[in-house]
């Protein structure tokens, strides 16, 4: 079983940069794809990036490509997601999720087993 729980999130202007971090406890964290979702209000859950078991692969959707940053730090259980250049289209809450395999380019959010509470994230115009 792995716990998340994500940190980081907050309110920023057009253009500013955000970090997100995810705590993950549990020791199979290292062996756990895992990846970014986020959810605005009255759409669905969407795919941000992923990052494979060692954090040398990783995959992004397309809205965000070049401006997030996905990676990870196995000895200190943690996910990261830099968000640099953020859009007013960028709000929404942010979701840490994992899963056992190692397939990065999953984007179907029912397919991932572990999921934290979410962070918000407000990007103001």
């Known amino acids: 079983q792995v716990q998340l729980v994500e940190s980081g999130g907050g309110l920023v202007q057009a253009g500013a940069s955000l970090r997100l971090s995810c705590a993950a406890s549990?020791?199979?964290?290292?062996?756990?794809?895992m990846g970014w979702f986020r959810q605005a209000p009255e759409k669905e859950r969407e795919f941000v990036a992923a990052?494979?078991?060692?954090?040398?692969?990783?995959h992004y959707a397309d809205s965000v490509q070049g401006r997030f940053t996905i990676s990870r730090d196995n000895a200190k259980n943690t996910l990261y997601l830099q968000m640099n250049s953020l859009k007013p289209e960028d709000t929404a809450v942010y979701y840490c999720?994992?899963?056992?395999?190692?397939?990065?380019?999953?984007?179907?959010?029912?397919?991932?087993?572990?999921w934290g509470q979410g962070t918000q994230v407000t990007v103001s115009s």
């Open positions: 549990g020791r199979t964290f290292s062996r756990n794809v």
């Open positions: 990052i494979s078991w060692t954090g040398g692969s990783a």
């Open positions: 999720a994992g899963d056992v395999t190692n397939n990065y380019y999953n984007t179907r959010a029912k397919d991932w087993r572990y």
